[in-house]
């Protein structure tokens, strides 16, 4: 058997080992357009703001691919898939495959405005984006992050810690606005400021000025921001290029069924790239998080080795902590629409949120701010749809906690199927 994965992220290097598992002789090629070794884009931002070296950035060792048994091809890019089962690389070569997944993640998504291919303007999705944003703070004041989104903030956060000067310029009316409602996000941006980073809402840039390298922006409204660095932060799009030829259903990203299979045959997609069923809203969509990546990259392995493992579906989940003040949501967080009810608490002198969103008696969504201690408690709820009308009053209590849940696990048996849930109502 020949498998073939193209990208050595998350979803890649977690079906290797799901392969492995199975399969220990078969023959894996894994493809990799970057030349470095296997890393987390997690944590590049902690790395920017040099509270990490590089070396951390690694989450398995380098002799991952050979004590697996893998051949590596790093620095090349897959261009194309073709027909009979075949792939077409950058440097003309071709290679077959039994098994293909496609694993090619996302990348930052550019803004189509003037300027935006000058020198000192990034995007920050892998070590190279990191590395050239670093090499440049030595003639850096002012950075301006153009996106208030989970990547634009976390850039912002690093560069404030390496001493500049930062601005972060956001359409939406507040921060966050993918992840968060205004009133959660009000919050973070409340504390960032406060620490010194300015936050400019309901505006985008419309020009990046300079000559070949970046000396500032002008926004909608006229007013000229300098700058020396632009950081873009509007989201990703998926790399979904190399099938476009390939007959391979695509939308907004590559879609699978329940195996994570594409609609051709031995063709699987697996992470940021794959298009799969959320979760908690059955929408069929993209939630481009690290651990959904893990999971799909693992069952796409399995069912590629021949094992017959269905996916449930992707959550949206986010965790950020910025400045001490944590916060994480999960699935529906501003619903639309009917049916839809909202439990919220909060303490403005002590910076807590909290906010349920529940719909026919049960959790669908959630942002908690800087009291984050039952998000377990409250996402596997959501994950196993559970009736909540015998706790609805008690959810948000200071004292709630997984013991208030123990009846809901005895009455749901079949959902808290798990062993250590049947261990603790035995
Ligand atoms: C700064 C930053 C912070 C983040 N923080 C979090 C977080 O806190 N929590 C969280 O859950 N998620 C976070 N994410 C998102 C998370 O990193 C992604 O969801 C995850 O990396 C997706 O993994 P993947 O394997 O699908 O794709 P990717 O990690 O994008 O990897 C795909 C790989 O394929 C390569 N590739 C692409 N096209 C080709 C081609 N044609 N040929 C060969 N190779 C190709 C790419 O260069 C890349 O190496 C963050 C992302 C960034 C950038």
């Given at each position: 058997?020949?498998?073939?994965i193209v990208?050595?992220?998350a979803?890649?290097?977690?079906a290797?080992?799901?392969?492995?598992?199975?399969?220990?002789?078969?023959?894996?090629?894994?493809i990799?357009?970057?030349?470095?070794s296997?890393?987390?884009?997690c944590?590049?931002?902690y790395?920017?703001?040099?509270m990490?070296?590089?070396?951390?950035l690694?989450?398995r060792?380098?002799?991952?691919?050979?004590?697996?048994?893998v051949?590596?091809?790093v620095g090349?890019?897959?261009?194309?898939v073709l027909p009979?089962?075949?792939i077409?690389?950058?440097?003309?070569k071709?290679?077959?495959f039994d098994?293909?997944l496609i694993a090619?993640?996302?990348r930052?998504k550019?803004?189509?405005?003037?300027?935006?291919?000058?020198?000192?303007?990034?995007?920050l999705?892998?070590i190279n984006?990191?590395?050239?944003i670093?090499?440049?703070?030595?003639?850096?004041k002012?950075?301006v992050?153009?996106?208030?989104g989970?990547?634009?903030?976390?850039?912002?956060?690093?560069?404030?810690?390496?001493?500049?000067?930062v601005?972060?310029?956001?359409?939406?009316?507040?921060?966050?606005?993918?992840?968060l409602?205004e009133?959660?996000?009000?919050?973070?941006?409340?504390?960032?400021?406060n620490k010194?980073?300015k936050v400019i809402?309901g505006l985008?840039?419309?020009?990046?000025?300079?000559?070949?390298?970046?000396?500032?922006i002008?926004?909608e409204?006229e007013?000229k921001?300098?700058?020396?660095?632009?950081?873009?932060?509007k989201?990703v799009?998926?790399?979904?290029?190399?099938v476009?030829?390939?007959g391979?259903?695509?939308?907004w990203g590559i879609?699978?069924?329940?195996?994570?299979?594409?609609n051709v045959?031995?063709?699987?997609a697996?992470g940021?790239?794959?298009?799969?069923?959320?979760?908690v809203?059955?929408e069929?969509?993209?939630?481009?998080?690290?651990?959904n990546?893990?999971?799909?990259?693992?069952?796409?392995?399995?069912?590629m080795?021949?094992?017959?493992i269905?996916?449930d579906g992707?959550?949206?989940?986010?965790s950020?902590e910025?400045?001490e003040l944590?916060?994480?949501?999960?699935?529906?967080?501003?619903?639309?629409?009917?049916?839809?009810e909202?439990?919220?608490?909060k303490?403005d002198?002590?910076?807590?949120?909290?906010?349920?969103?529940l719909k026919?008696n049960?959790?669908?969504?959630?942002?908690?701010?800087?009291d984050?201690?039952?998000?377990?408690v409250?996402g596997?709820?959501?994950?196993?749809k559970?009736?909540?009308?015998?706790?609805?009053?008690?959810?948000l209590?200071n004292?709630?906690?997984?013991a208030?849940?123990l009846?809901?696990?005895?009455?749901?048996?079949?959902?808290?199927?798990?062993?250590?849930y049947k261990e603790l109502?035995?």
């Amino acid at each position: 058997m020949e498998y073939v994965i193209v990208g050595s992220s998350a979803a890649g290097v977690s079906a290797v080992e799901a392969i492995r598992s199975v399969d220990k002789s078969g023959k894996i090629t894994v493809i990799s357009d970057e030349n470095y070794s296997i890393y987390s884009r997690c944590v590049l931002s902690y790395y920017l703001a040099g509270m990490m070296t590089e070396e951390k950035l690694k989450y398995r060792g380098e002799d991952f691919f050979k004590k697996h048994n893998v051949d590596s091809i790093v620095g090349k890019k897959v261009e194309a898939v073709l027909p009979g089962k075949k792939i077409k690389l950058s440097d003309g070569k071709t290679l077959s495959f039994d098994k293909l997944l496609i694993a090619t993640g996302s990348r930052s998504k550019m803004e189509n405005i003037p300027g935006v291919e000058k020198d000192g303007v990034f995007g920050l999705r892998n070590i190279n984006d990191a590395r050239k944003i670093e090499e440049r703070l030595g003639k850096t004041k002012t950075a301006v992050m153009l996106g208030g989104g989970l990547i634009g903030l976390r850039a912002a956060y690093a560069l404030h810690k390496r001493g500049l000067k930062v601005i972060v310029v956001v359409k939406s009316k507040h921060i966050l606005s993918q992840m968060l409602d205004e009133e959660g996000a009000g919050f973070i941006q409340r504390r960032i400021e406060n620490k010194g980073i300015k936050v400019i809402t309901g505006l985008s840039a419309k020009e990046i000025t300079g000559d070949k390298e970046v000396s500032g922006i002008i926004l909608e409204n006229e007013e000229k921001i300098d700058c020396q660095i632009v950081v873009i932060g509007k989201g990703v799009q998926a790399n979904i290029e190399l099938v476009k030829d390939a007959g391979i259903k695509t939308e907004w990203g590559i879609i699978v069924n329940e195996s994570l299979q594409t609609n051709v045959t031995d063709v699987f997609a697996a992470g940021d790239v794959a298009q799969t069923k959320d979760l908690v809203t059955g929408e069929s969509t993209i939630n481009a998080l690290w651990p959904n990546a893990v999971i799909q990259g693992k069952i796409a392995g399995l069912n590629m080795a021949g094992k017959n493992i269905k996916y449930d579906g992707s959550l949206g989940m986010n965790s950020v902590e910025f400045f001490e003040l944590p916060t994480i949501s999960y699935g529906i967080t501003k619903p639309k629409g009917e049916g839809y009810e909202i439990l919220v608490k909060k303490n403005d002198a002590q910076e807590i949120y909290k906010k349920i969103v529940l719909k026919n008696n049960k959790i669908v969504g959630f942002v908690l701010v800087n009291d984050v201690d039952n998000a377990g408690v409250y996402g596997s709820l959501i994950r196993k749809k559970i009736d909540v009308s015998s706790i609805k009053e008690e959810l948000l209590n200071n004292n709630f906690n997984f013991a208030k849940i123990l009846p809901l696990v005895k009455k749901y048996k079949e959902e808290f199927a798990e062993k250590e849930y049947k261990e603790l109502v035995m």
